[in-house]
């Protein structure tokens, strides 16, 4: 009884319910701090998921060819996302780049492929999500941007009527708009009959119309046999459909038509990392 009363010095020895009371708040603490101390240590085990992605390149350039008005050939951007240094204290099951555009996302199995290769067939800011799944459903993700832009390549040759070089600047992916698009139009009147000549100056007119038909850009041009003419320009107006016209105006000769249409945006993509 004299220990009892030494331990519980603040409490009345006539009150035995107090001294069961603090008896009872004291075992509880000592068992709340033990099972804190294990959830603790659990939950640090099922958050060990690190996602790390590396990636060399975050844009490029698709290159369409087009040949006396057909489409000849296309070049697509291919970039690639190693998911190789991501750890995980459960087993990893899913490794996923979303492109964010309505396309189902692209995923992998952990245990047999560490990368994945994205092919981007339309330009566009893109803002995709790269992610990893475990096997308890526990996920990382980060947003990478990546800028995609567009080079239309044409070539006409032996022509007296240039067909007109149509080209889209908006967007299918619903992402910013393009900031601006250059124009190079290089026209050539070749030689007629070689070290004889026997052709004449062209003279012609390049313009560049909207959807309303209107001439947003013009200029004229005269190109004498053997020589060429060029004619560079930009466009701000990135939010129709545009085509590009070359003109006679005057002349027989045949002209051959080299030209570039670049849609080009901002440089705000995510720093390469590898």
């Known amino acids: 009884m004299n220990k009892t009363t030494i331990q519980f010095t603040y409490i009345p020895i006539c ?146 009527n240039p067909k007109p070089l149509s080209f889209n600047p908006i967007p299918d992916n619903g992402g910013a708009w393009p900031s601006s698009i250059l124009i190079d139009s290089t026209v050539e009147n070749p030689v007629l009959i070689e070290n004889i000549g026997g052709g004449r100056e062209v003279d012609f007119n390049w313009g560049l119309f909207d959807q309303q038909e209107e001439a947003c850009q013009s200029r004229n041009g005269r190109v004498n046999e053997g020589d060429f003419v060029n004619w560079k320009t930009i466009h701000f107006n990135t939010f129709e459909i545009h085509e590009l016209r070359i003109n006679y105006d005057d002349g027989q000769d045949y002209i051959n038509i080299d030209q570039s249409v670049l849609i080009q945006y901002n440089n705000n993509e995510s720093v390469p990392n590898a």
């Open 15 to 160: 009150n035995p319910s107090a001294v069961w009371q603090m008896r009872t708040t004291m075992l509880a603490i000592l068992l709340m701090s033990s099972v804190l101390a294990g959830c603790t240590s659990n939950t640090q085990d099922e958050l060990g998921l690190t996602l790390v992605v590396q990636y060399e390149k975050t844009n490029g350039t698709i290159v369409e060819s087009h040949v006396d008005g057909e489409l000849v050939s296309t070049t697509n951007v291919l970039l690639e996302f190693d998911f190789s240094n991501s750890k995980s204290s459960e087993v990893l099951v899913i490794f996923g780049v979303d492109l964010m555009d309505g396309s189902s996302p692209i995923t992998i199995n952990p245990n047999s492929e560490s990368a994945i290769t994205v092919e981007f067939t339309n330009h566009g800011i893109y803002e995709i999500i790269a992610y990893a799944i475990d096997e308890k459903n526990q996920q990382e993700s980060i947003a990478i941007t990546i800028r995609i832009e567009l080079t239309i390549q044409w070539s006409e040759s032996n022509t007296y």
